[in-house]
């Protein structure tokens, strides 16, 4: 089997809302302990050959769906549990900073069940927005960083404004407009270094410490989804007269 190709997050510090460790919402926790023990039953509990066959079972893998194949269990499983895999520290530490940033101001607004069913949704639409684009690779799609894209684009729409006032932050007021969102120098700017950086590394394939190519394919599906489908996830808001 080729190469993992890994999603893998980066942008700006400056822009990215940031919280305590220790005022996570419970659920951005548990999705990062999720990772982090599926992290360390890969590397220190499972054989070699156990870990391929996981891959094989638990990443994306686009061939699957090509036809070639008979359809099974794991090709409606996969989409969603390619997120929980990564390729190593570096991209699992990475990932987790950025769902922590990112995660725990969405969290805060829309509650833990809205918060799941986002991280699957855009996580499933950043899977097969890679796999339209590369519908024979072979190589396995892991990492959470396509539901962490899906995550700002949601930010976005509120032009990253998180209201700390009740201690925990949250992203606040109504979602804006896309035109609104598209005026703000400070959106634009960052959607500008996303993008960039997204695409030259996805290019060079350059991950801090590991080989695997970044897929920055899946992270373009996973923000639009996040971007456009917000709505589909966010509280009604109740405002007094």
């Known amino acids: 089997m080729n190469e993992a190709r890994e999603t893998g997050t980066a942008a700006d510090d400056e822009i990215a809302p940031r919280e305590p460790i220790f005022n996570l919402p419970a659920i951005v926790l548990a999705v990062i302990l999720i990772c982090a023990a599926v992290h360390l039953l890969r590397l220190y509990v499972l054989t070699p050959q156990q870990d391929i066959e996981l891959l094989i079972r638990a990443a994306f893998i686009p061939v699957r769906y090509s036809g070639q194949y008979d359809v099974d269990f794991y090709a409606f499983s996969s989409p969603f549990t390619y997120t929980f895999l990564h390729g190593g520290w570096a991209h699992l530490i990475v990932n987790m900073i950025w769902l922590a940033a990112f995660g725990s101001p969405l969290a805060s607004r ?132």
């Open 110 to 241: 829309i509650g833990a069940l809205r918060f799941a069913l986002f991280f699957a949704v855009t996580g499933v639409a950043a899977a097969f927005f890679f796999f339209a684009i590369h519908p024979q690779t072979q190589a396995p799609l892991i990492g959470a960083s396509g539901s962490i894209s899906g995550m700002m684009g949601a930010a976005a729409r509120f032009a990253f404004h998180v209201d700390r006032s009740s201690g925990k932050g949250a992203f606040a007021g109504p979602l804006l407009p896309f035109r609104a969102v598209f005026r703000s120098r400070a959106t634009l700017s960052f959607l500008a270094v996303w993008m960039v950086i997204n695409i030259v590394t996805g290019v060079v394939g350059f991950v801090p410490g590991e080989d695997s190519q970044i897929a920055w394919e899946a992270h373009i599906g996973g923000f639009l989804a996040g971007f456009l489908g917000l709505r589909f996830f966010d509280r009604r808001q109740v405002y007094g007269r």
